[in-house]
């Protein structure tokens, strides 16, 4: 009998591929494990074992794998399910699933290795400079890797060298495959095992008289044994003893003290004892009966509470009886920067039974809290994650708590899968037999539609958190500003004067703009031209701060213009503005404040982030300007007075969405304000303080916009009532593009008539030389979205053998937010 295996690769296929094994391996291998298999010409890849059979392929003769990877499977089975609904739901392949899951340290790739010819026979007068150099450096050393050769010639371009040689049969290539886990270890001493015999020790002591440096290390090690009463740190060690690393290497050397490595998690808590969780007014007391109740009838709960209710709290509350009965915890929260707070908040709560799982950290910080949340370690009790958090191995998840559930952060875009990490939430709580909680101050109104029809329990908090009112927005004319000549540079006087009543009181400020860099646009007055992106449709922003003209879409950048590319004009005047003039302008308006940006511009890097935060919370800064990062749930404990820059360009997004996510977004910076004792104060700049969604947001009314929101999404067919795929067409020959998408758009059209619309170039027609054409398919109610993908599926497959058509990119977006 033969043997097989079905794997997912980690490519963009569709189908699981099958391997050989031998009836040993078969025995051996499960499903979750880890194999390397060979795939197409020389590559090796490392493939998820699905199943184990023996079923011969018919279509292909299966090849033999080259090795095993693992002992037992680091993906569950579980995992693997909710692996292959995203895959489904999302138009995706499992192998797109598998990629984004895993840490990038469990997908070995092979690596080109590069061995010499021993019967290599050519003299070596023949070979050039370079090659040379290579060809002497396989003589030391048996294999050298591709990185290895360029370091050795001293240029990146090593393939014309690599070529030569083989033509000239010096060396061969060959594929192999490395782990790039390792292991953090950590080097510890100990005193021989010699010297634990009656008299040995007194001896060497004695012995040592002879040499203080060496005896004071020893009587450190038995101080430090004594303190710690765990293994000792050579680091420690040398520190307490005052003594340098060769007084120690020569106690080694001597065989008295032995250095011996242990194993360390990357990851460690350094905190110290915990705290208890707070006690819960009675409105929370209510809410967190309310969930509980709500539970028991629904799978999933949306808590709608203002911001500064206490959510987070309550969230606490949760957390503990579900890790009580030994059950895992998922936070999901949108944003990064948002970690920094909670982290230290949970910590402070469940100390190291917290982990933080994102793209920050690095790889092999990630394998180490996968492995933790795999074997249900108690270190990774409660998981802290950005969205990618929904894919890993949960075993025994309790509940998961989803916060700003609103936020579109949780939607992946690019690349495949393209999912939203809440709704994925929900169907994983859902296969664990979970809870799901979601949790915002402004609920997407999806969420909040599901609540009112019942499918979700619904719980309110609308009060905050020791009675502190909720902020007072006022809407500030600027257009009645600017013809009253009250502005100076983007401020009101209605702005200035709070910011600087506030900055009297010891008080401190957030100013929100929605772009970042200078300006948007640079203008020449003489000819009107302005700088544009050479690769994309925009206009290039101009940086002030690093004197550059940057397109924030492809990265394209140059050097600051002093006179018109066009017509060598040096009247230059900017359009628009971002986070980096406004902060300009308030230097120059509060010379003695300090002033502070958080955009995407000033927060890279791991810790870029916690720095701002961490000197704001310690007011280091008096005024924080930023664009949306730092409206997600942010508590600062000082902050009285919001000012949002501009209201508008928020308005005008070209989007169904965009009433919607003005108000979130208003409300969502308003409840950054006065959060302790003092009433908040937010001014909302805007050219129009009459429209109803600010009207609605300076109230504080949720529920008008909903019903607004919902009357207009089911007139004009949009979500919740109908369901949304997008189709992305990109190309660099716009000809063969639009000729590509009105044939896909026809054929959707034939199967759905006037429910496909498109397609239609959206506002921005042209990313890194690619042009780009959407087309939109709705599902109407009651149609079974199933069926509608299969279809969309089919005709993929049709357009992709049309020979024309090939090289034009087709991405689905389904749910597309
Ligand atoms: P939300 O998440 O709803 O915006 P938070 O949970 O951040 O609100 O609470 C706002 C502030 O009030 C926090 O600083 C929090 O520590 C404090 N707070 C909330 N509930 C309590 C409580 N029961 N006891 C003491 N402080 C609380
Ligand atoms: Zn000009
Ligand atoms: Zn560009």
């Known amino acids: 009998m033969c043997f097989f295996i079905d794997v997912i690769l980690p490519i963009p296929i569709e189908k699981l591929f099958t391997y050989k094994v031998s009836e040993k391996e078969a025995a051996y291998l499960k499903q979750g494990m880890r194999v390397a298999v060979p795939f197409g010409k020389k590559k090796i890849y490392t493939a998820l074992v699905f199943k184990v059979h023996n079923k011969v392929p018919e279509l292909y003769e299966a090849k033999e794998i080259d090795q095993i990877i693992d002992s037992f499977p680091i993906v569950s089975e579980t995992q693997l399910k909710h692996w292959f609904w995203l895959a489904d739901y999302y138009m995706c392949t499992i192998g797109d699933v598998f990629r984004a899951a895993v840490p990038s340290a469990f997908l070995l790739e092979s690596e080109t290795i590069i061995t010499r010819n021993n019967d290599f026979s050519l003299s070596e007068s023949e070979l050039k400079d370079d090659e040379w150099l290579v060809y002497e450096a396989l003589q030391h050393q048996a294999v050298l890797s591709v990185g290895e050769v360029g370091a050795i010639i001293g240029r990146k371009n090593i393939f ?38 009656d008299g040995k020790l007194e001896n060497l002591l004695n012995e040592l008289n002879r040499a203080p440096k060496q005896k004071e290390v020893i009587m450190n090690l038995f101080v430090l044994e004594a303190d710690l009463k765990k293994p000792v740190k050579v680091k420690d060690l040398e520190r307490k003893a005052r003594a340098s690393s060769g007084v120690i290497k020569s106690l ?18 350094e905190g110290k004892e915990t705290e208890s969780s707070k006690t819960l007014n009675e409105f929370q007391e209510k809410a967190l009966d309310d969930i509980k109740e709500g539970f028991r009838s629904h799978d999933v709960v949306l808590l709608h509470g203002v911001t500064s209710s206490g959510k987070t709290e309550v969230y606490v509350k949760l957390i503990e009886e579900t ?26 709560y469940f100390g190291e039974k917290v982990s933080v799982y994102h793209s920050k950290y690095s790889v092999n910080e990630r394998v180490e809290v996968w492995n933790h949340i795999l074997t249900n370690n108690s270190k990774s009790q409660i998981v802290l994650g950005a969205r990618s958090s929904v894919l890993l191995p949960f075993s025994e998840l309790g509940l998961i708590i989803v916060d700003e559930e609103h936020e579109t952060s949780f939607k992946q875009f690019d690349p495949a899968p393209r999912y939203h990490a809440r709704d994925a939430a929900v169907v994983l709580a859902m296969m664990h037999g979970a809870k799901t909680l979601l949790g915002s101050a402004t ?131 900017t359009k628009g503005f971002g986070t980096e003039q406004i902060e300009v302008e308030l230097k120059s308006l509060y010379p003695e404040a300090k002033i502070g940006r958080m955009d995407s511009d000033t927060t890279r890097g791991k810790y870029g982030y916690e720095k701002i935060i961490n000197a704001f919370e ?75 969604v600010l009207q609605q947001a300076s109230m504080h009314k949720y529920t008008d916009m909903f019903s607004d929101q919902i009357n207009e999404r089911q007139q004009y067919k949009y979500p919740p009532f109908y369901r949304l795929i997008k189709l992305t067409f990109k190309n660099k020959d716009y000809q063969k593009l639009q000729e590509a998408a009105s044939w896909f758009g026809n054929s959707l059209k034939n199967s759905f008539g006037s429910n496909v619309l498109g397609p239609e170039q959206p506002p921005i027609g042209r990313i890194r030389n690619e042009y780009i054409l959407n087309v939109l398919v709705k599902i109407p109610p009651k149609r079974s979205i199933k069926e509608i993908k299969v279809t969309i599926q089919r005709i993929k497959k049709s357009f992709e053998a049309i020979a024309q058509y090939k090289g034009v990119k087709v991405v689905l977006n389904v749910d597309n937010y």
């Open 160 to 197: 014309p060298v690599l070529k030569s040689l083989l033509d000239k049969q010096v060396l061969y290539l060959k594929e192999e495959v490395y782990e790039q886990y390792k292991p953090k270890l950590m080097k510890y001493v100990r005193l021989a095992a010699k010297y634990s015999e």
């Open 252 to 269: 080694e050397n001597k065989g008295v003290l032995e250095v011996y490595h242990l194993q360390v998690d990357r990851i460690q808590f």
């Open 323 to 348: 890790i009580a009965k030994g059950k895992q915890v998922l936070y999901l929260l949108p944003e990064i920067a948002l970690t920094t707070q909670l982290i230290r908040r949970l910590q402070n």
């Open 443 to 573: 609920p997407g109104i999806e969420s909040y539609y599901n609540a009112r029809t019942g499918k979700y329990a619904l719980v309110e908090l609308n009060r905050r958190y020791g009675n502190v009112l909720m902020p007072d927005i006022e809407l500030v004319d600027i257009k009645e500003k600017h013809r009253k000549k009250r502005m100076n540079g983007h401020f009101s006087d209605r702005l200035m004067k709070e910011i600087e009543e506030t900055l009297s009181e010891g008080e401190q400020v957030i100013l929100f703009q929605n772009r970042r860099g200078f300006s948007p646009i640079v203008e020449c007055e003489t000819c009107g031209h302005s700088p544009q992106c050479p690769n994309c449709d925009v206009s290039l922003t101009y940086h002030q701060y690093r004197q550059q003209l940057r397109c924030h879409y492809c990265g394209y950048h140059m050097a600051e213009q002093k006179s018109c590319l066009a017509c060598g004009s040096t009247d230059l005047n």
């Open 618 to 692: 310690g007011q280091e800064i008096d005024i924080l300007v930023g664009t949306q990062m730092l409206t997600k749930g942010l508590d600062f404990r000082n902050v009285t007075l919001v000012g949002i820059m501009n209201a508008d360009n928020l308005l005008n997004h070209p989007d169904f969405r965009a009433h919607e996510r003005s108000f979130q977004l208003i409300q969502q910076v308003a409840g950054r304000a006065g959060r302790t004792k003092k009433r908040g104060k937010v001014i909302v700049q805007t050219y129009n303080p009459y429209h109803q």
